[in-house]
C-alpha cells in the first residue's frame, strides 16, 4: 500500500507547503497508478491558475482564498464521482483510527467494488463504465448516514467508513447496500451489482493498512463466493 499513500502524502504536503507559500514547483509526482497522475497534474493546473493570480498588480483577497479553497476540494475529490477520493479517505480512517485508540468506540470499515467491471467497460465503452461508478457512488451515499464516510479508492473501487458501529452492524448496512445497488438499473434496463468486505477495527489493529488489508480480504473473498454478496469478521 505504500505505492498508494507516500505518494498521495507527498500531494497533501505539497498542497500545504503551497497554501503557505513556501513552494512555487508542487504536485509533481511519479506514480504507475492512473488516478494518482490525473489528480497531480489536475492540482498542478490548478496551481498554475492560482500563481497567475498571485502575479496579478491588485489581486483579490477574496478570489485568492476562493482559488485555495478550490485546491484544497480538488485535492480532495473524486472528479468522476463528485465523492471524496483516496486522499481524503486516507485522512478519514487515520482520524477513524486516532479515535478508536482514544476511546475504544466501535467503528467499522467496507470495502466495496463493481463486479465484473471490465465486462461493463468491455461491452458497453469506457463512458458507460464511467457512468455506473457515478452511479454506484450516488447509490451509497444516499443509503448511508450524514456522519458515514464514503470514497471512491481507486478503480472500480470504494472505501466506506462507519463510526458508531460495530461489525454486525456493518454488516447489516453492507447487505442494505448490496441489494440497494443491485436492484436500481444504472442506465436504462441495465443491472449491476457490487461486493464488499466488512472489518471492524479492534485492539490488535497496529495500523490502518492492517484494517485497509483485513476488508480488503474479506470482499477478495465475497468475489470468490459468487459476488454481489457481503463477507465480514
Not at 12 to 20: I, M, Q, V
Not at 129 to 137: E, I, P, T, V
Not at 180 to 201: D, N, R, Y
Request: hydrophobic share 40%; net charge neutral.
Amino acid at each position: 500500500s505504500r505505492h498508494i499513500v507516500q505518494p498521495m502524502r507527498q500531494l497533501e504536503a505539497d498542497a500545504e507547503r503551497y497554501d503557505h507559500g513556501k513552494m512555487s514547483d508542487p504536485f509533481v509526482v511519479n506514480s504507475h497508478i492512473n488516478e494518482i497522475t490525473r489528480l497531480s497534474e489536475s492540482l498542478r493546473t490548478m496551481a498554475c491558475r492560482l500563481q497567475r493570480t498571485r502575479g496579478d498588480a491588485d489581486p483579490s483577497a477574496d478570489l485568492k482564498d476562493a482559488q485555495l479553497s478550490s485546491l484544497t476540494r480538488l485535492a480532495h475529490s473524486d472528479a468522476l464521482t463528485g465523492i471524496p477520493n483516496r486522499l481524503a479517505a486516507i485522512e478519514a480512517i487515520e482520524h477513524a483510527f486516532a479515535a478508536y485508540k482514544a476511546s475504544g468506540a466501535a467503528c467499522s470499515l467496507i470495502m466495496a467494488d463493481v463486479d465484473a467491471f471490465k465486462a461493463i467497460n468491455d461491452q458497453h465503452g469506457h463512458q458507460a463504465g464511467d457512468r455506473a461508478l457515478a452511479h454506484a457512488a450516488r447509490i451509497l451515499s444516499e443509503q448511508l448516514r450524514q456522519k458515514d464516510f464514503v470514497a471512491r479508492y481507486g478503480g472500480d473501487e470504494f472505501l466506506l467508513l462507519l463510526p458508531g458501529t460495530s461489525g454486525n452492524e456493518a454488516l447489516s448496512v453492507a447487505n442494505r447496500l448490496c441489494r440497494a445497488v443491485a436492484k436500481t438499473p444504472w442506465t436504462g434496463a441495465l443491472h449491476m451489482t457490487m461486493s464488499f468486505g466488512v472489518a471492524e477495527i479492534s485492539a490488535s489493529d497496529m495500523t490502518v493498512e492492517q484494517i485497509i488489508v483485513r476488508a480488503d480480504q474479506r470482499l477478495y473473498r465475497a468475489k470468490h463466493q459468487g459476488r454481489n454478496c457481503v463477507v465480514g469478521d
